[in-house]
């Protein structure tokens, strides 16, 4: 192995992040960009690079009559042995390590001054809460990151969401070898209690450390609620909450709320000593007056003091920086002034394309050295407090900057920079920028809606009266289950928008008609659909159109016309190539048709391909669901040993992810498939974990457990009729259900009583 290379692989936090995922399994580069939230491309090239350094192993696999690459972790540790003459590097298999993440590591910290009594209180071991507060600039992200190096470091923003949150945590704990957390939100479901307890379980069960610094800044209740409940749960774990205002997050013995003052009078002194070794007592004793310790205050009296000037005792703040601020060079100025432009940190390759000017490098770090920038990792950004002041001088255009930032942010091509540069365009309130963003999102960014709808709706709802905006507002609704409201804002821009939009708007429509079993107005809406495909040949807007169609005929019970409608999705879709996620659904969907006409055979052949697709791609939600609907088929062809062996791979998945929806499902297939075996021990251990779901969901199929339980007994020659009365009370507002369970018992057992 090249050793220079390798250690050149190592020191790039995507890399080191790109092999931590893999610890879990593997991945084609598509959903590895999607889970870092990086660019497909930039992920290939780093796997193709991290492959010659035999690090991970890529394979073809063939899929639907083409080739995708996928990759696996091949080593699990390296030993890097300086010898005498030599470097001997070793990989070794199966080990774990740890590995930081770039967004959520601690910042680092150079010189900490006192502080003592403060860190023996936070880090002892019978407080599991911090809560650190005290007005900006008094040293709590310090002190923090001083004491909770390898913690997950949250950096809290106005735009930050649950969601986004969450995605980030789940990433942290994967390094840690905690992996459901991630898999769930890749699932798709957003389950608020079932978040909660994931991530609860993630940072008792690794005994994580989480900060979470600026909480003043958060905007989302749903993260106050969430550390709230953290707060009272949290036995192994630890969590450092850093606010300038005191949250409330509940009393109790491990929970410290730690307020923060200045710094001791001789820490101070050091402190400033340090920089200005010419200082006298004296006027120390002035300033520290003055300052009452706060740190950053004296940190800009060290850079101001040098002008030897007497300090004005009003607004002492004001005093210094602008004292600082006047010694600064034009360039110096200029490179504050863009960057106090935005309320985030800024990478280093966004600073240089927004400044422009050859010395970046050098004014970069004559500025964090004059202590006015601060960074943390690669990021960059000036502190809130030196903000304001700043804000006030800044005589450069905000738009143009916020114009360049946003394109900055989409050449990434990821969801996250899109979302983030959607804010910036909303901010400059360009409406052709908002269309066009729309149009890529549409087009380009379609798991947005899934994956951070909060974050998305956030943006759109600071759009205000735009039609685009309103529309895509209806696809969140749609997705969260809202039809309704939904489809008031689709009938209210309909006619205000235009191409790809329209067709989106009324492939929608047709869709939430469904949803509302109003199937006439649906029929209507693809029927102006196949208008709008007259004069638009873009093979999406096509695809759509069949989508909704298959849906359609399949409502109407007509197979026939469903099953050829799919052909046609399948098609397009084979040649749009980077859908995989739709081609295995529709796979699916033409197995359900089959399913459907009694063409059960037919069915698994779909099914197989739908799930070869689902694997190929790491689409493990997909691939499990896949797996309950074979187990369905084989039951129904009377293959139990099949049934068993996929119901269980879904129950098992299902479980963990706590989709007990899903899982009840499963658990029915494999309980009845086990009866048709005769394996009752294990068609027993089923039944009653449906029960156990019912207790605690009150999902309804759960209960069909009991009517299981019944036939088990009966097939052991003892008395069931207890179980079956117990069924039936249960499910006697769901006659149609309770007969269907039956219907599926009676494929395998025919005594009972019904
Ligand atoms: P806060 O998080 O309360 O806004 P910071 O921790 O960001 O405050 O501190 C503001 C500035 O003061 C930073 O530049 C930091 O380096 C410096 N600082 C804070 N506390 C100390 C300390 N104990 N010793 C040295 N520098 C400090």
């Known amino acids: 192995m090249e050793v220079p290379q390798l250690i050149k692989a190592f020191s790039n936090e995507t890399n080191l992040q790109i092999l931590s995922i893999l610890r879990s399994g593997s991945f084609n580069p598509r959903e590895l960009a999607r889970i870092?939230?990086?660019?497909?491309?930039?992920?290939?090239?780093?796997?193709?690079?991290?492959?010659?350094?035999?690090?991970?192993?890529?394979?073809?696999?063939?899929?639907?009559?083409?080739?995708?690459?996928?990759?696996?972790?091949?080593?699990?540790?390296?030993?890097?042995?300086?010898?005498?003459?030599?470097?001997?590097?070793?990989?070794?298999?199966?080990?774990?390590?740890?590995?930081?993440?770039?967004?959520?590591?601690?910042?680092?910290?150079?010189?900490?001054?006192?502080?003592?009594?403060?860190?023996?209180?936070?880090?002892?071991?019978?407080?599991?809460?911090?809560?650190?507060?005290?007005?900006?600039?008094?040293?709590?992200?310090?002190?923090?990151?001083?004491?909770?190096?390898?913690?997950?470091?949250?950096?809290?923003?106005?735009?930050?969401?649950?969601?986004?949150?969450?995605?980030?945590?789940?990433?942290?704990?994967?390094?840690?070898?905690?992996?459901?957390?991630?898999?769930?939100?890749?699932?798709?479901?957003?389950?608020?209690?079932?978040?909660?307890?994931?991530?609860?379980?993630?940072?008792?069960?690794?005994?994580?450390?989480?900060?979470?610094?600026?909480?003043?800044?958060?905007s989302d209740d749903k993260i106050l609620h969430f550390l709230s409940f953290l707060a009272g749960r949290i036995q192994k774990g630890k969590i450092i909450i850093l606010?300038?205002?005191?949250?409330?997050?509940?009393?109790?013995?491990?929970?410290?709320?730690?307020?923060?003052?200045?710094?001791?009078?001789?820490?101070?002194?050091?402190?400033?000593?340090?920089?200005?070794?010419?200082?006298?007592?004296?006027?120390?004793?002035?300033?520290?007056?003055?300052?009452?310790?706060?740190?950053?205050?004296?940190?800009?009296?060290?850079?101001?003091?040098?002008?030897?000037?007497?300090?004005?005792?009003?607004?002492?703040?004001?005093?210094?920086?602008?004292?600082?601020?006047?010694?600064?060079?034009?360039?110096?100025?200029?490179?504050?002034?863009?960057?106090?432009?935005?309320?985030?940190?800024?990478?280093?390759?966004?600073?240089?394309?927004?400044?422009?000017?050859?010395?970046?490098?050098?004014?970069?770090?004559?500025?964090?050295?004059?202590?006015?920038?601060?960074?943390?990792?690669?990021?960059?950004?000036?502190?809130?407090?030196?903000?304001?002041?700043?804000?006030?001088?800044?005589?450069?255009?905000?738009?143009?900057?916020?114009?360049?930032?946003?394109?900055?942010?989409?050449?990434?091509?990821?969801?996250?920079?899109?979302?983030?540069?959607?804010?910036?365009?909303?901010?400059?309130?360009?409406?052709?920028?908002?269309?066009?963003?729309?149009?890529?999102?549409?087009?380009?960014?379609?798991?947005?809606?899934?994956?951070?709808?909060?974050?998305?709706?956030?943006?759109?709802?600071?759009?205000?009266?735009?039609?685009?905006?309103?529309?895509?507002?209806g696809h969140i609704y749609f997705q969260k289950g809202l039809f309704r409201k939904a489809l008031k804002l689709w009938l209210e821009v309909k006619d205000e928008i235009n191409g790809i939009h329209r067709a989106d708007v009324v492939s929608s429509l047709a869709d939430v008609y469904m949803e509302l079993y109003e199937f006439e107005k649906a029929e209507a809406c693809l029927k102006e659909y196949e208008e709008i495909l007259k004069s638009n040949d873009d093979p999406e807007v096509k695809l759509w159109y069949y989508i909704e169609l298959t849906k359609f005929k399949f409502y109407m019970e007509k197979p026939e016309e469903a099953l050829q409608s799919a052909f046609k999705e399948l098609e397009i879709v084979k040649n749009l190539e980077t859908y995989p996620e739709l081609e295995s659904l529709v796979l699916l969907h033409i197995g359900d048709i089959y399913v459907s006409m009694e063409r059960v055979h037919d069915a698994t052949r779909y099914y197989l391909q739908a799930l070869e697709i689902s694997k190929a791609y790491s689409l493990s939600f997909m691939e499990h669901t896949v797996y309950f609907e074979l187990a369905k088929a084989h039951f129904h062809l009377g293959e139990y040993e099949k049934a068993v062996e996929y119901s269980r791979k879904s129950v098992d998945y299902f479980l963990k992810v706590r989709n007990y929806r899903r899982a009840a499902g499963s658990l029915g297939y494999h309980c009845v498939s086990c009866i048709g075996l005769m394996r009752l021990k294990e068609a027993e251990e089923s039944a009653e974990e449906m029960i156990k779901i019912a207790q605690s969901t009150d999902y309804p199929l759960g209960w069909a457990g009991y009517i299981f339980l019944g036939a088990i007994k009966n097939l052991r020659g003892e008395d069931g009729s207890e179980y079956f009365r117990l069924g039936k009370e249960k499910l006697k507002d769901q006659k149609w259900l309770y007969d269907a369970v039956w219907e599926e018992l009676g494929r395998v057992y025919n005594g009972g009583k019904r």
């Open 243 to 473: 606010s300038r205002e005191k949250p409330n997050l509940g009393f109790g013995e491990h929970i410290l709320y730690l307020p923060l003052g200045g710094l001791k009078i001789e820490d101070a002194y050091k402190m400033v000593k340090m920089e200005n070794t010419s200082i006298d007592l004296q006027k120390f004793a002035e300033i520290y007056n003055l300052t009452k310790g706060h740190p950053l205050a004296l940190k800009l009296f060290t850079e101001a003091y040098r002008n030897n000037r007497e300090i004005s005792r009003s607004n002492i703040f004001d005093f210094l920086f602008s004292e600082v601020y006047g010694m600064l060079t034009e360039d110096e100025k200029f490179m504050l002034q863009l960057i106090s432009l935005f309320n985030e940190p800024l990478e280093y390759e966004a600073i240089r394309r927004l400044y422009k000017r050859k010395n970046v490098f050098a004014v970069l770090y004559s500025l964090l050295n004059k202590g006015v920038l601060e960074r943390r990792g690669e990021l960059y950004f000036l502190h809130d407090l030196l903000r304001g002041f700043v804000e006030e001088v800044r005589d450069i255009s905000e738009k143009k900057y916020y114009r360049e930032y946003t394109d900055y942010l989409l050449e990434k091509g990821a969801a996250e920079s899109f979302l983030r540069a959607f804010g910036y365009a909303v901010r400059i309130g360009d409406s052709e920028k908002i269309k066009e963003l729309i149009t890529l999102r549409v087009k380009k960014f379609k798991r947005i809606i899934q994956d951070f709808p909060e974050t998305y709706m956030k943006v759109l709802v600071q759009i205000g009266d735009n039609p685009y905006a309103k529309k895509e507002l």
């Open 36 to 218: 870092l939230q990086k660019n497909e491309t930039d992920i290939s090239r780093r796997l193709k690079a991290l492959e010659r350094l035999g690090l991970v192993e890529g394979r073809w696999i063939r899929v639907g009559g083409r080739n995708v690459r996928i990759y696996s972790l091949k080593v699990g540790e390296i030993k890097i042995t300086f010898k005498p003459g030599s470097v001997v590097i070793q990989t070794l298999k199966e080990k774990s390590y740890e590995i930081p993440l770039p967004e959520s590591r601690a910042p680092a910290v150079e010189n900490l001054f006192g502080r003592e009594e403060e860190i023996r209180a936070i880090t002892s071991p019978e407080k599991r809460v911090v809560i650190v507060y005290g007005i900006a600039g008094i040293g709590k992200t310090s002190i923090a990151a001083a004491v909770f190096k390898n913690a997950f470091w949250y950096q809290m923003g106005e735009m930050d969401s649950f969601e986004s949150f969450m995605w980030q945590m789940g990433l942290f704990l994967n390094t840690l070898g905690y992996r459901l957390l991630l898999e769930y939100l890749r699932g798709g479901d957003r389950e608020e209690k079932a978040i909660y307890e994931i991530a609860l379980e993630g940072i008792e069960s690794t005994e994580a450390e989480v900060v979470i610094d600026d909480l003043h800044k958060c």
